[in-house]
């Protein structure tokens, strides 16, 4: 069976951010665990940004973040899910719970493997609690506004639709993972990591995928 030059530039483009995702959370781990210089400027960025912040700021930041939270994700995943079952998409509905469920288990996977405990800032409009590298609300806000964007593309014809709706699943992501650091929440390598984990397991969940429907073809084609 042979595949499209376009399938298989895009499972090149997804191999590729593996790797570039892999080796930048694994430099941001190293120098987590190391002490080593980006993690040791973390509080000195933190205060800086704190220092720059604004109490309308931070209802606007306050608001964004709230796109990450887990009822929000939930509720999403959930609409989504129940809509691909009501349209038989089982490939679209595994890949859905894989991208949100599995984030969302890695990164506390992870966030028990490097216990690091969140910024505290005076200033701060929020104080949170629990371990925070990587950032849950950026990893897991990634995988699914991600994987949403990616499931919604087969339905939209407009080539100039599709272009918006992968930019605004990035914009959504990166104004979250933003809004964290905005808030005083996490520091800067925690938001980093979050989106570079996301990033991995995202594009990993999407290449499982075209193996999915390239097993699916070739079962058809062996017919």
């Not at 409009?125 to 991600?146: C, D, N, Q, W």
Request: positive net charge; proline residues 2%; glycine residues 10%.
């Amino acid at each position: 069976m042979k595949i499209e030059k376009s399938t298989l530039l895009r499972i090149g483009l997804l191999v590729i951010t593996i790797l570039i995702s892999g080796m930048v959370f694994a430099s941001l781990a190293e120098d987590l665990v190391n002490r080593e210089t980006l993690s040791t400027l973390d509080p000195v960025f933190g205060s800086w940004l704190i220092a720059q912040t604004s109490l309308s700021g931070d209802h606007v930041f306050s608001m964004i973040t709230f796109l990450g939270n887990a009822l929000i994700i939930s509720i999403g995943t959930g609409l989504l899910g129940f809509w691909l079952a009501k349209q038989k998409k089982w490939n679209d509905l595994f890949l859905l719970f894989s991208a949100v469920g599995g984030s969302a288990l890695l990164n506390l996977a992870l966030k028990n493997i490097f216990q690091r405990s969140r910024p505290i800032f005076p200033q701060a409009f929020s104080v949170e609690t629990g371990f925070g590298f990587p950032s849950g609300h950026t990893m897991i806000s990634l995988a699914f506004y991600g994987v949403a964007a990616y499931i919604a593309l087969p339905y939209i014809k407009s080539r100039n639709w599709k272009v918006l709706t992968v930019t605004g699943a990035l914009v959504i992501s990166v104004s979250i993972g933003f809004s964290r650091l905005y808030l005083g929440v996490h520091y800067l390598t925690d938001v980093l990591a979050g989106w570079a984990a996301g990033g991995l397991w995202l594009a990993v969940c999407i290449l499982g995928d075209y193996w999915l429907q390239y097993l699916k073809l070739r079962k058809v084609d062996s017919r």
